[in-house]
């Protein structure tokens, strides 16, 4: 899990991938980071834009939800992922977030080659 504003703002340079729920972010570290280079790690960040703690707390559920669920597979060996809310007008179903996901790592794995 990604904690330090360090490894947020690096990722941030990184590439991304945008849907109308989430953005998600992809940085490969450098081969000197002190985390093993085949580790995959996440973040999510969730601000206050979005809604009262209620909704914020739910949404950062959803989202270590779908990391666990689709990172062991589908996730970068190497890089950083971090999912960035997005304040949409009517909360999308599970299944469609989760699909979104796996696309977005798809094209992010292409990008970062």
């Known amino acids: 899990m990604i904690r330090k504003r360090a490894d947020f703002l690096a990722a941030n340079r990184g590439k ?61 060996a190497g890089v950083d992922h971090v999912m960035i809310g997005r304040k949409a007008n009517t909360e999308a179903d599970f299944e469609t977030m989760k699909a979104e996901l796996e696309k977005g790592l798809k094209y992010l794995a292409k990008k970062l080659g």
Do not use: Q, W, Y
Request: hydrophobic share 40%; aromatic share 4%; charged share 30%.
């Open 16 to 76: 991304r991938f945008v849907t109308p729920n989430f953005v998600l972010l992809a940085h490969r570290r450098r081969s000197d980071h002190p985390i093993p280079a085949e580790t995959i790690r996440r973040g999510i960040t969730v601000t206050k834009k979005i809604g009262n703690a209620v909704a914020r707390n739910r949404m950062k559920r959803r989202f270590r939800a779908l990391l666990a669920a689709t990172l062991p597979r589908d996730g970068i």
